[in-house]
């Protein structure tokens, strides 16, 4: 198996792993629930009129990280069906990364100066918007063959 199919290999299985386990949480018996819960508290706010449900019972995450957590596989995924797309990708990686957080900015400033309210569906999808960036983002960082197979050189002998 060739560098770039190897590490989508392992790469998307993870990904969907880290969206699983918070989405799950309301799965598992509340001791293990708990520890999933305090597993993601340092990364979300966990309010739970901002949290979806199942069953009643609150997901691990917001629903902001929700549309994140489930964008990385997907822009993942991306990256393995279309790499070869974007040549000139690699150059602009900061610009892309910063306007995929814009809609996410966007939707939570509009909200807090009052212009608008933002939804459990806005937050989703501003979410998943920057997560599908960040996992073809991440994908492309770690899979590109030309960032991947260059070689240091030492200009004292080059």
Known sequence: MNRPKTF????VPALVLLAALPTLAPMFPPAVRDVIMQMFSPVCHQLPDRSPHTAGIQWAICHRDAGLYWGLPLGALLYGAFRSVPGW????MP???AAALLP??????M????WVTNSPF??????????VTAGYLLAFAIGDETLSSK???NSRHA
């Open 111 to 114: 909200d807090a100066v009052g």
């Open 8 to 11: 989508l290999f392992w790469l």
């Open 151 to 153: 070689k240091p050189t």
């Open 104 to 109: 996410m900015g966007l939707d939570w400033g």
């Open 95 to 97: 610009l892309v990364f």
């Open 122 to 131: 806005t937050r989703i999808l501003t979410g998943a918007i920057f997560g």
């Open 89 to 92: 990708l690699g150059r602009r």
